[in-house]
């Protein structure tokens, strides 16, 4: 080694390499349907890096020709066995729009869109022909700190 | 720093402070879903992907981890057909009789099945009204608030298409007696082998040992730091992104793209949530579909040519763009 050091355990194995790791230092989160900003004071893009993580969670076809998808889990319910698709016929996993300003330090977000057949589905039309599957998300800041 | 001492390596990175640092949680083996090409839904579901039961990242349910290396299905009329595929340059072909009506594009679609395998109930979950914002979609656990969650897979040379978690709340699909929980998918390009090595991690804490080693304590006495830790730092690297635009211009016009990376990698994992990105033309046989790869210091955005025969009947035209965010580690 030609530099720096080596922390061991008491088996010899490296616990951390010299060269370092990266740490998260911020978290925020958002709906789909968010159009927003959030200012992170602490975060230097130069350093690091932010990463969008979709919370997306399956959910049930509800009608044969409505496309609509039953979303809401607050309360145990029996899936339906007439329209038993789960996230079916064409359906995209959406992706937010994010952007970074790191003289501002702020965060903007609003809702993606995609062009499904000439069809353009966003979270607030969720549920028409070929729907695409938007989740909330988060953002999370990591930095080589 | 108004206190202490500081260790910083050649990239200025500080070392002894551990929070926020992912730590590996736990580790294992992807199950292959080979549905797709057996496609009989309504006689041959798979009983896999097995469950796993992972102290501390299980509540509610479990953890499924599985790869299929069938990106694309087609769903003939009465739901029981898909077309094999086949990588550009390869002799196999496939001929299928379906003439149906839907396509479906895995990596977008996660699962779709008929009424024999979903007659379960859907599970609780807390008091969320708006499914999509539960944090147990990513983790399956409630501390997910207050510990990132992120699963990684080991890159195979010739590269993947897209990884993803997400929650599945039904007792169902996969069988009667596996509960609902947390799903994380990986998509190797095609004939990658049958081996594909997850890493669970978490910026939670491992446990510690406490008989030898060093800590290094905050103001206020909390550790940031133990050489007894029992679980390694997960080594993350690198990054590298790709704007949707790039994404476009790859997949239709099959023009690549690098990115250097910040340190060499010599054994590639990535993490993060990487969209499966394609392109098909209405009326061709041809699915292309975004590819990254990692080789030393360079992230590759490519494209890779799926053919497969009667694909043209479909008359849409159909894509998929969208930024891509690689997170690189090396050898977890």
């Not at chain 1, 599957?133 to 988060?138: K, L, M, N």
């Not at chain 2, 299928?96 to 979903?118: C, P």
């Not at chain 2, 239709?252 to 392109?279: A, D, E, F, V």
């Amino acid at each position: 080694m030609a530099y720096g050091y080596n922390v061991l355990d008491h088996s010899g194995n490296l616990l951390e390499p010299s060269f370092g790791t990266i740490r998260i230092i911020a978290r925020e989160f958002f709906l789909c349907t968010d159009n927003t900003t959030r200012t992170v004071s602490n975060f230097d893009s130069d350093k690091g890096y932010y990463v969008i993580k979709p919370h997306y969670t399956l959910k049930e076809r509800t009608g044969s020709t409505s496309y609509a998808f039953n979303r809401n889990f607050s309360s145990a319910f029996t899936v339906s066995t007439t329209y038993p698709q789960m996230i079916g016929n064409t359906n995209w996993l959406g992706a937010p729009n994010v952007s970074w300003n790191n003289s501002t330090k702020v965060l903007t977000v609003s809702p993606g869109s995609i062009t499904i057949n000439g069809s353009t589905d966003t979270p607030t039309t969720h549920g028409t022909y070929g729907g695409c599957d938007w989740a909330d998300y988060e953002v999370s800041f990591w930095e080589f700190k | 720093m108004a206190y202490g001492f500081s260790l910083v390596d050649d990239y200025g990175v500080e070392q002894f402070t551990s929070d926020g640092v992912l730590y590996e949680h736990s580790r294992g083996t992807g199950d292959f879903i080979d549905m797709l090409k057996s496609a009989t839904f309504s006689g041959s579901f798979p009983t896999s992907p097995a469950k796993h039961s992972i102290n501390g990242a299980v509540e509610p349910g479990y953890w499924r981890f599985w790869y299929f290396q069938r990106p694309y299905q087609r769903l003939g009329s009465s739901n029981v057909y898909s077309h094999d595929i086949v990588d550009t340059g390869t002799s196999t072909t496939y001929t299928s009789s379906d003439q149906g009506t839907h396509v479906n594009y895995w990596g977008n679609n996660i699962f779709v099945a008929n009424s024999s395998y979903i007659t379960g109930s859907a599970k609780a979950v807390a008091s969320y009204t708006n499914e999509s914002f539960l944090y147990e979609s990513i983790d399956g656990t409630s501390d997910n608030t207050n510990y990132y969650w992120d699963l990684f897979w080991k890159l195979p040379s010739t590269g993947a298409h897209g990884l993803n978690t997400f929650y599945q709340p039904y007792t169902y699909p996969y069988s009667s007696s596996n509960p609902s929980g947390t799903n994380g998918y990986f998509m190797p390009r095609l004939g990658t082998g049958d081996y594909h090595e997850w890493v669970l991690a978490s910026t939670k804490k491992p446990a510690k040992t406490s008989a030898y080693g060093f800590e290094c304590y905050d103001a206020s006495g909390n550790t940031i730091y133990s050489s007894g830790y029992q679980k390694r730092p997960i080594p993350v690297h690198a990054f590298a992104t790709f704007t949707a635009t790039e994404v476009e211009d790859c997949v239709k016009n099959g023009t690549s793209y690098n990115r250097t990376l910040r340190k060499s990698i010599t054994t590639p994992w990535i993490g993060g949530h990487i969209p499966y990105c394609y392109y098909r033309l209405a009326s061709t046989d041809n699915l292309d579909v975004a590819t990254i790869t990692v080789s030393g210091s360079t992230c590759t955005l490519s494209r890779v040519r799926y053919t497969m025969s009667n694909l043209s009947d479909w008359g849409y035209t159909q894509f998929n763009y969208q930024d891509l965010r690689i997170v690189i580690a090396d050898g977890i």
